[in-house]
Structure formats: C-alpha cells, structure tokens
C-alpha cells in the first residue's frame, strides 16, 4: 500500500462527532472514548483519540485544522493522515507524506509549514532550515516564519543568524513570549561563546521582553518561563526585584492548565539548577510554595535542592543571634556543597582561624549545638574535636602544613600560621599512644586527645 493509499479519516470521525458538535459534546466523545480505550490496553488508538481531541478542543487550533479541511482533492486526507503520524512520532513518514502533497500542490504553505515542522522534529534541522527560509521569502511579513527560521539556526549552532532572524519576527510582533525566548536563549548563547553580548545586556532585555508582553492574555502560561528568566538572570546578580518575578510565577501556575504545571515544574528545576543556594536562601518561602503546587515535586532532586536552599535560609538567622561570621562562613560552605580544591582550602582555613581562637569559640559551639543542632551537625565531626581539644598546638601545627600544601595551589598568599618559621614545641612530656591521657578522662590517649 502507498503512502497515497493511506487516507485516514477526519478527527471529527475519531470523536465520533460532527463538523458543527460544540465543546462540551466534542469533551464528552473523548472521556467516553478513552475509557473505552485504556492508553495501557490501546496505546496507538489512544494517541490518535487524543491527538484529535487536543486539536479539536483548542479553538485556534480547531479554526486551522477546518481550513485545511478544505484542501483540493485528495490533499485533505493525506495531511489528515501525515497529522496522524507525527502524533505516533513517525516524523520521517509524515515528512515523506507531506513533501509527497506539496508536489502535486506546490502552493500549499500551510502543508510545506507542516513539512518543516516534522523534518526539525526528525532532527533534519538543514533540510528544515531550506523550507523556513522558502516560507519566509514566500512571506516576509509572517514574524512566525522568522522565528521558527531562527529557531533552526540556533538548533545548528548558528546563533548569529538565529540572533537576526529573530530580531526581525520581533519587529513584525513585538508581543510573542515564544520570539522573546528564544531571543534571550540566543542571547546566553553568544555570551558563552564570545564576549559580544554582557550580562547586563541581558537583563535589560528580559526586562524589556517583560514589558513588551505585560499585556498578552494568549498562551500567558509561556510567561512563568519569561519570569523565570527573569529571577535567574536578577538572582545571579544583587537579587534586585527577583521576588516580584516569583510573585508572577506564583500567580501563573495554579490558574489552570496541565501546560502551567509542566512549565512550572521545568521553572523550578532551571532555578535550582542555575542560582547558588545561598542566593537563593532569601527565597526559600517562596520557591517551597512554589514546589506545593507542582505534584511530585517534594521527592528526588528537587527536594533535595530545596532542602539545601531551606538550610540557607535558616542559617541566616544565626547573624540575627549574633555568632561569629567565621562560623556562619563555614556553615553556609559545608550547606553549599564543596566544589574543589579553592573551597576546600576555604574550608580548612576558616577551621584553623577558629582552632586558633578556641577559648572565644567554644561557648559559641556550645550554644550552636544547644540551640540549632541541625546546623551543629553539618560539621560535628570537627566542632567536637574543637571542643574535646585542650591544647590544639599539635592539631593547628598539622592543620598548617596542610594548608601550606593547599595554598600551593593558588598564586600569591602567605603562609596562615602568624610567624611559619616558628618551631612547634610540645607543651608538656611526650605521652605514648597507649598512655592514659593527659586530660584526665581514664581513657588511652590515641582514644582521646591524640585520636
């Protein structure tokens, strides 16, 4: 059987409902249907039941979908059938269908729109490349046409025509969020391939996109993703109007919409991802209701992301109870996460400073352990060998030599130990490994103060 040969029927005949059917009866033939047809028992009869449904409940897309309905001859179910594939994901098949259309009906745009939209899906991003710019030269007023020639060139690496293409559908539409978008991707593309574009600039787009799309009511669910770049781009720097972004990101998810939770789930993943904890300590309240609206989101990384962000927030108020901010240093480091030899040559000094000033951080870390145990056991291994040590000479001696290994590492810097020519004396007589311990805790040394 050919391709020709193929001609499925209509969506209307999927639903079982006629051309003029309203919304509710067109929801109703759904719901009856997909009882009928379980996706686990029928997984092909469901994708094209709700491949007709989702087209057919959408008004514009319905509007569409009804024009190409008046296609000469036999275009109309051919395109019906091309539709069908690209639904079950055969890309390659549904290309072959419409490139097949466009010969016999070469001044069929809305068809060749559909070719290039299934050759992108099928990764063929230069053949794609060929059909867009023929669309945009067929029409150069289209800012959609543009925007998706664009999108293929930044999809080839090719951000400087991507990053001209889309400037010009702007200037034909300067309220699409999708043209802003990719703008701004764009945008952080060439920042990280060259020095042409600055983060300011940046933000002073996003804020620009913002303003350009502040009245659009259609499709305002693509917003939370303008916003999110928004608080990114904002959150990253001094944190400046950030908690008005998550404001609107708050207001867009719960009103309405299973594409709201989906890009409001892929909002919260990219702000964890790209924003430092301790930056985002401040946001905490906000970002936990956000991750309450989103279900699922209590369990794998982004629990465990928000857990880290909610001990940020409450290590901030150690400054309020006045600790030391050599402590609250090394907290909010160890919270962070450590990443290579800079912060764990960080960490090794903030531990030798308060080692050195042990008599003024002992009452300190005993009230940290009485009143936030939680952030007491983020380091307890440590703060008990702070406190259990009654001479920390030796240790500080070790310590030092570690750190004067570490600094190696870096250029410049001078030696943390006050005088490094110094010799180490020991304070009293040599005690053996196995000898009681000089403390007087009935213990072995090497169990005690030498463990």
Wanted: glycine content about 8%.
């Amino acid at each position: 059987m050919t391709l020709f040969d193929e001609a499925r029927k209509s969506h209307y005949e999927t639903l079982g409902v006629a051309k003029t059917a309203e919304d509710g009866e067109i929801k109703r033939a759904y719901f009856s249907l997909v009882r009928k047809f379980q996706p686990d028992r029928f997984p092909d009869k469901f994708r094209e039941i709700r491949g007709a449904y989702e087209t057919l409940r959408d008004r514009k897309k319905r509007a569409e979908y009804d024009a190409m309905g008046e296609l000469p001859g036999e275009a109309a179910p051919l395109f019906n059938e091309a539709q069908r594939l690209d639904r079950l994901g055969r890309c390659d098949k549904a290309a072959e269908l419409y490139r097949e259309i466009l010969k016999i009906h070469p001044e069929l745009d809305k068809v060749r729109e559909r070719y290039a939209e299934s050759l992108t899906l099928d990764d063929k991003t230069g053949k794609a490349g060929e059909v867009w710019k023929e669309l945009c030269r067929r029409h150069p007023d289209n800012p959609f046409y543009a925007r998706r020639l664009g999108n293929c060139y930044f999809e080839r690496g090719w951000h400087k025509k991507g990053l001209a293409e889309v400037r010009r559908a702007l200037t034909l539409d300067r309220s699409s969020i999708s043209a802003w978008l990719l703008l701004i991707d764009l945008s952080f593309a060439r920042l990280e391939e060259s020095r042409e574009i600055t983060w300011d600039e940046i933000k002073a787009l996003v804020r620009e996109a913002i303003e350009a799309v502040k009245a659009v009511k259609e499709d305002e669910w693509k917003k939370i993703t303008l916003y999110t770049q928004a608080f990114i781009t904002v959150g990253n720097g001094d944190g400046s109007g950030a908690e008005a972004y998550l404001e609107e990101i708050l207001r867009l998810i719960p009103s309405g919409g299973r594409e709201r939770l989906e890009e409001g789930r892929r909002s919260l993943e990219a702000i964890l991802k790209a924003v430092p904890n301790d930056a985002l300590g401040d946001f905490y309240p906000g970002l936990k209701k956000m991750a309450d609206l989103l279900p699922g989101a209590d369990s794998g990384p982004v629990h465990w992301h928000l857990e880290n962000v909610r001990m940020s927030f409450e290590l901030s108020k150690l400054e309020e109870k006045g600790y030391p901010g050599t402590l609250q240093d090394l907290l909010r480091l160890i919270n962070a996460d450590l990443e290579g030899e800079e912060d764990e040559y960080e960490l090794a000094l903030m531990e030798f400073y308060i080692l050195s000033h042990k008599s003024e951080y002992d009452p300190q870390l005993r009230r940290l352990k009485e009143e936030f145990p939680e952030f007491y056991d983020l380091h307890g291994s440590f703060f008990n060998e702070v406190l259990r040590v009654r001479d920390p000479k030796k240790i500080l001696y070790q310590r030092s030599k570690k750190l004067s290994k570490l600094k190696r590492q870096f250029d410049g810097g001078e030696d943390p130990r006050s005088d490094p020519d110094e010799p180490v004396r020991r304070a009293g007589p040599k005690v053996g490994r196995n000898d009681p311990c000089p403390c007087g805790s009935g213990k072995k040394y090497k169990r005690c103060c030498g463990a």
